[in-house]
């Protein structure tokens, strides 16, 4: 897994490719808390290389977005292939994130 | 006749060589499980030494003042004769941290302790939850013998230091009581004739029975079969053999010491 | 962990395998696949070694004969650790449960976990919380599993078994003993399971209702044979009596459940 970040008028997009799985959920649980200590408010997590997501994974996206609320921030998540979706729709979690098609869409809709 | 005679040798082989089998295993875990992250929870240990430690300790208590009164008048009866009833103290003292105090302790758990591991791991293993643990990848000896091996190891020492003073408190109530042996003199006495290779003797013995109590346990537990009816019997077996087992050490050990004139 | 392989591949594969207890043969010569994805049913009557060949597959039993490949490593031959880690990507569900009396809810579904990972201790809450909602659980993680019913315990029992994203779960009679709703709820998340996250399932079971429910294959076993391996839709026009038999519950057939040629007389030594 691999995880690269850009800034673009105050948003941090994520880029992540690869697999999240136990083995390299901790690294992204890291990197996001850098984030969140640097009061970087708005972050958009670009999926489209994310071949594989498990539990882990998802724990640490649904712990973020906890964290990110409490200093109201937004998360938003784009570009995800089906597999990954599937994922997300078994466990119910696509209700909870905001998940858009695109990264254009994803940064368009920002306040 | 000849083939039960068989059967029942062959059992005992069996068992003996599976409570050695289960002590390699036991070790290996305890010495070289930590070495690759999978140490035995400490959780689990602390739980297990609440339960085998502090739960045991009234009963220990009760079982020993008794024990310390009862010898302190019988032998004030034998002493009476050759007027040296001061040697109570010192007699209820030693036959206690040598003897008395760990072998009582170590039955009174056996009984107390011994039989809830037999019965706690038995139940587990009837009812899949060993075959559950195994499939997990969590390997039951690890993660339920280990602790509770442990936690008795350590606690067993402590209750028998706790057993050979509450018996002493026994004797001295006695003494003081009602053979009128003036207190001072009594606790003096306690002392004069008490060594310190006494009181390790004691302890050494509690280590090897601590061994044999968590052994046992855990073995019949962990081979239970057949249901409750087979949880009762391991039960049963664990107490049974420990309780034996507790004697015939004592008496190796006390000769172990006594020929070498430790 | 979803990999790429092709669906007809097998995840699963039993070559003449032979088992025996005290002498007696209890599985004869069995050979099978389970292909990568897919809900594989295995029904029999009591007693037929569905839970045998089960336990074999888990590694628990080790057969006398032949081999069993689980993900291309034999089961049967390997132990310790390497067993162990062919064992952390399958999950388990049993019979009644098997939850760990002196755990609470959250703990025995955190134990796989806790034991084989080092994630946070938040992540491993989060992912707890994920798995009893994904079963259906919430609001139950304090209490014991004695203080819960038998239809919750299987649902805590499933939540254990896919705490560690397995790609293979083993369910060993997911519904008996459950009424008819709570069976049905446990047969639509098996269903769930193996289509949205691409699990590959093993059932046992007698069940009937749950093997036209999850099916995608089903293996007949009487007498430690495999009798017929086929499809939901292809078994209820079966001319297989054995089948025939066992669909229909009918006492009489070819599984000889009442010995004919053994007289009343005989019985009572007449």
């Known amino acids: 897994m691999n995880i690269t970040e850009e800034k673009k008028d105050g948003i941090t997009i994520c880029n992540i490719s690869g697999e999240i799985n136990i083995n390299t959920s901790p690294q992204l649980r890291k990197s996001f808390e850098s984030f969140v200590e640097a009061n970087t408010a708005k972050i958009v997590v670009d999926f489209s290389q994310v071949s594989y997501i498990d539990s882990s994974g998802l724990a640490t996206f649904i712990e973020l977005l906890q964290r990110l609320k409490k200093v109201g921030g937004t998360f938003r998540i784009c570009s995800m292939s089906q597999k990954v979706k599937n994922i997300f729709e078994v466990t119910k979690l696509h209700k909870l994130f905001e998940i858009f098609d695109s990264r254009e869409a994803a940064l368009n809709n920002f306040l | 006749m000849i083939t039960i005679l068989g059967k029942t040798i062959i059992n005992f082989i069996k068992n003996i060589s599976g409570v050695i089998k289960l002590l390699v295993d036991i070790l290996y875990w305890l010495i070289i499980g930590p070495f690759k992250g999978k140490a035995a929870q400490r959780q689990g240990i602390f739980n297990q030494m609440i339960f085998t430690g502090l739960r045991s300790m009234p009963i220990v208590f009760f079982v020993t003042i008794f024990t310390g009164v009862v010898l302190a008048m019988q032998s004030a ?77 350590f606690m067993l020492p402590c209750l028998t230091i706790l057993g050979n003073l509450s018996g002493m408190v026994g004797g001295y109530l006695v003494g003081v009581y009602s053979l009128n042996i ?59 053999i420990s309780f034996i087992l507790i004697i015939l050490a004592d008496c190796i050990i006390t000769s172990i010491f006594y020929f070498s004139k430790l | 962990m979803i990999k790429k392989d092709s669906k007809d591949e097998p995840i699963i594969s039993l070559k003449n395998v032979s088992k025996y207890f005290h002498g007696n043969k ?64 399958f999950g388990m569900l049993f019979q009644y449960s098997a939850l760990l009396d002196s755990l609470t809810v959250e703990d025995n579904v955190s134990l796989p976990l806790k034991e084989h990972t080092r994630l946070a201790q938040e992540i491993i809450d989060i992912i707890i919380k994920m798995k009893l909602s994904l079963v259906g659980l919430r609001g139950y993680e304090k209490h014991y599993p004695s203080q819960i019913s038998g239809g919750m315990r299987k649902r805590v029992g499933l939540a254990r078994a896919i705490a560690l994203d397995p790609n293979i779960v083993f369910y060993d009679e997911p519904t008996s003993g459950l009424d008819p709703v709570v069976g049905g709820v446990i ?8 289509e949205k996250l691409l699990i590959t399932s093993v059932v046992i079971t007698h069940d009937m209702q749950s093997v036209f429910n999850i099916a995608d294959r089903v293996a007949m076993v009487h007498k430690g044979r495999i009798i017929d391996v086929t499809t939901p839709d292809e078994l209820r026009s079966s001319q297989n009596p054995y089948i025939q038999q066992f669909i229909n519950g009918r006492p009489l057939g070819p599984i000889d459940f009442f010995k004919e040629d053994i007289g009343i007389g005989e019985i009572f030594g007449l």
């Open chain 3, 187 to 194: 047969d639509k998340l098996i269903k769930e399971l193996s």
């Open chain 2, 77 to 153: 009866y034998q002493l009476q004769k050759m007027g040296a009833v001061l040697y109570v103290a010192s007699l209820v003292a030693v036959s206690l941290c040598r003897e008395l105090g760990p072998v009582l302790t170590a039955l009174v758990v056996a009984g107390r302790v011994g039989s809830a591991f037999a019965a706690e791991l038995g139940t587990m293993k009837v009812s899949e939850q060993i075959e559950a643990l195994e499939t997990m990848a969590i390997n039951p000896v690890r993660f339920l013998a280990v602790p509770r091996f442990i936690a008795l190891f």
């Open chain 3, 26 to 89: 209890i599985i004869d010569n069995v050979s099978f696949d389970i292909l990568h994805g897919e809900t594989f049913v295995i029904m029999g009557c009591s007693g037929s070694g569905k839970s045998t060949l089960l336990r074999l597959m888990t590694g628990i039993l080790k057969p006398e004969e032949g081999s069993i490949f689980v993900k291309g490593k034999d089961i049967s031959k390997i132990r310790g650790e390497e067993l162990d880690e062919v064992r952390k990507t």
């Open chain 2, 182 to 240: 003036n207190p001072d003199l009594y606790i003096q006495t306690t002392f004069k004739y008490l060594e310190i290779k006494d009181i390790y003797t004691g302890i050494t013995k509690s280590f090897v029975f601590a061994v044999i109590i968590a052994l046992i346990g855990c073995f019949e537990g962990l081979n239970t079969k057949g249901g409750a009816e087979g949880v009762g019997r391991a039960t049963t077996r664990s107490v049974v």
